[in-house]
């Protein structure tokens, strides 16, 4: 199976990318700079090129490029790319899925649990409704282009994805190994988590699965509070997770991406995914960490 993956350089692509060829597949990565390695094509989303012979010989569509939103603080003109990158990137790969006389079977679209908004200890569904700021508007039209597909489309609702060294744990782990680790805020928030390989798993999972269409929550099955996650990855590490950072300095120094990102609540459920047939090899926090800290 020939899988085409935008985003491949990111952190989930790149696991995608090397699980795919672990069982056999062949994963092809756009790129916009000139391919240097095979298996490499090249694209323009904000121009809306790609060369459409492309299509014609791929099985599957993965679509995760995006500029991250951890480059914080989000100014405007960040905000808008963050937007743009996403968009654009999912507008092209539609156009070229629609226009193709051999179409992709299945086309796995990014999303994200800022779908949702914050709703505190609300158990959250793929049923649940949208929710209200720049994340949850982000993640509803980013879906709306994925679903103008003329293709079966899958859209995974990603959230914290724990991973040994990039993404946002990446950020985490270096100050929690000085033993200056702690809450964010209350620490009571539901962070909604997954792990790296997990992630990756669940998307192939979901590519070869020809039921599996719509909305799926990317999370483990197991909620925790952002307290819960530190304490857990603190004491893997063997350190302290005492140094608590008040809710009013995130806001003023982090601004808006500290509500959105941190400080929010989503206490998402992986029923649909589990229903799929889809079985973690880490469950639970515990297990998560011991791979994280592996």
């Known amino acids: 199976m020939r899988v085409l993956i935008s985003g491949a350089s990111g952190l989930i692509g790149t696991e995608v990318a090397r699980q795919l060829k672990e069982l056999g597949h062949e994963p092809v990565r756009l790129t916009r700079k000139k391919p240097a390695a095979e298996g490499e094509v090249y694209w323009n989303p904000a121009k809306g090129e790609l060369d459409p012979a492309v299509i014609e010989t791929i099985e599957a569509v993965?679509?995760?490029?995006?500029?991250?939103?951890?480059?914080?603080?989000?100014?405007?003109?960040?905000?808008?790319?963050?937007?743009?990158?996403?968009?654009?990137?999912t507008r092209t790969l539609v156009k070229a899925i629609n226009n193709a006389?051999?179409?992709?079977?299945?086309?796995v679209s990014g999303s994200a649990?800022?779908?949702?908004?914050?709703?505190?200890?609300?158990?959250?569904?793929?049923?649940?409704?949208?929710?209200?700021?720049?994340?949850?508007?982000?993640?509803?039209?980013?879906?709306?282009?994925?679903?103008?597909?003329n293709t079966r489309v899958v859209l995974v609702r990603t959230t914290l994805v724990m991973?040994?060294?990039l993404g946002a744990l990446g950020k985490l782990l270096p100050i929690m190994k000085f033993g200056l680790g702690g809450a964010l805020g209350t620490g009571k928030q539901w962070w909604a988590w997954i792990s790296l390989e997990d992630e990756a798993r669940a998307i192939i999972h979901?590519?070869?699965?020809?039921?599996?269409?719509?909305?799926?929550?990317?999370?483990?099955?197991?909620?925790?509070?952002c307290e819960q996650v530190i304490k857990a990855l603190a004491k893997g590490l063997r350190r302290p997770a005492?140094?608590?950072?008040?809710?009013?300095?995130?806001?003023?120094?982090?601004?808006?991406?500290?509500?959105?990102?941190?400080?929010?609540?989503?206490?998402?459920?992986?029923?649909?995914?589990?229903?799929s047939g889809f079985e973690f090899k880490h469950p639970t926090l515990e297990k998560s960490v011991g791979y994280v800290l592996s």
């Not at 679509?63 to 990137?89: C, F, H, V």
């Not at 914050?118 to 980013?142: H, I, N, Q, V």
């Open 242 to 275: 005492i140094f608590k950072i008040p809710t009013f300095l995130m806001r003023t120094v982090i601004g808006l991406a500290a509500e959105e990102l941190l400080l929010c609540s989503q206490k998402m459920t992986s029923h649909r995914l589990q229903e």
């Open 206 to 225: 979901l590519i070869q699965n020809e039921q599996a269409s719509g909305a799926y929550n990317l999370t483990a099955p197991e909620p925790a509070t």
């Open 101 to 107: 006389s051999n179409k992709p079977k299945v086309l």
């Open 163 to 165: 991973s040994k060294k």
């Open 62 to 89: 993965v679509n995760l490029a995006g500029a991250t939103t951890g480059k914080i603080p989000w100014t405007k003109r960040y905000m808008q790319e963050i937007i743009d990158s996403r968009i654009d990137s």
């Open 113 to 149: 649990s800022g779908f949702y908004g914050d709703c505190a200890d609300e158990w959250l569904s793929e049923e649940s409704p949208k929710g209200t700021g720049f994340l949850s508007d982000l993640a509803a039209r980013w879906e709306e282009e994925a679903k103008k597909a």
